[in-house]
């Protein structure tokens, strides 16, 4: 399996991660949040490496308020 398979599963693990944190188990907030961050930034990394701008401004705008709510959370 080459790099951007690898990125794009392990982003997938990520965020199906953080879905089933946030819809199971809301008891475990802001850890939904880390995983959507660490799937966030696999997409991104990947994007960058593949030049698909659309999918780097999503990802980009989620880690971004992704990271706004942890500090929230934590901060």
């Known amino acids: 399996m080459n ?6 599963w392990t982003g997938t693990v990520f965020l199906v991660t953080m879905y089933v ?3 199971f188990f ?13 799937g966030g930034a696999c997409y991104l990394t990947w994007n960058l490496r593949v030049h698909n701008r659309p ?5 980009g705008v989620a880690l971004t ?11």
């Open 3 to 8: 790099l951007n398979n690898t990125l794009q």
């Open 55 to 59: 999918q780097m401004i999503v990802n």
């Open 65 to 75: 308020i992704g990271a706004a709510g942890l500090l929230r959370a934590w901060g």
């Open 21 to 23: 944190l946030m819809s």
């Open 26 to 38: 809301p008891e475990q907030h802001p850890w939904n949040i880390v995983a959507g961050l660490g």
